[in-house]
């Protein structure tokens, strides 16, 4: 499959050129404080919301982006498409996971990245959600499909601290429409 990107070499990093699909996406973030991006796999979610970030954060309207995303994607996808693109290289990125997750989470990073299975620990530090205006996005937003779950019931309680959210999926109805329910209940 080819690079769903096009691509231009300055100093090292490309820098990201949206496709018109992406640069849609990006528009509708913009747009919309409370809204999804339901792509299918490997056509760029990430890179789009990396995009609209940049936009909010450099216009003041926003000031850090918290991510729950599952392990891999928390270690993996997020640090590195930061690194790849010449756009995001300035923006900082803490992993809120095992030991260290305390330290992680008092340093001053632009981006937060914890997976799911740490909504216990968030709950007892949401204090750093107060100072500052958040984005929240659930990338891969059908692990918060069931409604009666421990992880849904705690972000739900929790979702007054974020000014815009944001679901990224590229499977949104796995199992059937009751599988939205409590994903668009997150944003609405």
Not at 46 to 74: E, N, S
Request: aromatic content about 12%.
């Amino acid at each position: 499959m080819a690079r769903p990107f096009k691509v231009a070499k300055v100093s090292g990093s490309p820098k990201f050129h949206p496709r018109s699909y992406q640069a849609d996406g990006i528009k509708f973030i913009l747009e919309n404080p409370h809204c999804g991006l339901f792509y299918p796999p490997g056509l760029g979610k990430t890179a789009t919301t990396l995009a609209a970030f940049k936009v909010l954060k450099d216009g003041g309207y926003v000031d850090k982006m918290f991510i729950i995303a599952p392990l891999r994607v928390c270690h993996m996808v997020w640090p590195a498409e930061v690194k790849d693109w010449l756009d995001f290289e300035h923006l900082s990125v803490g992993v809120l996971h095992g030991a260290k997750k305390d330290q992680v989470l008092n340093e001053d990073h632009d981006i937060y990245v914890m997976n799911p299975e740490g909504i216990k620990w968030l709950e007892a530090n949401q204090k750093i959600f107060i100072k500052e205006r958040w984005v929240l996005t659930l990338d891969e937003s059908t692990l918060w499909k069931n409604a009666t779950s421990q992880r849904f019931k705690k972000l739900k309680k929790m979702i007054h601290h974020f000014d815009r959210r944001l679901l990224l999926t590229g499977t949104p109805v796995p199992r059937g429409l009751i599988n939205l329910w409590s994903q668009l209940f997150l944003l609405d």
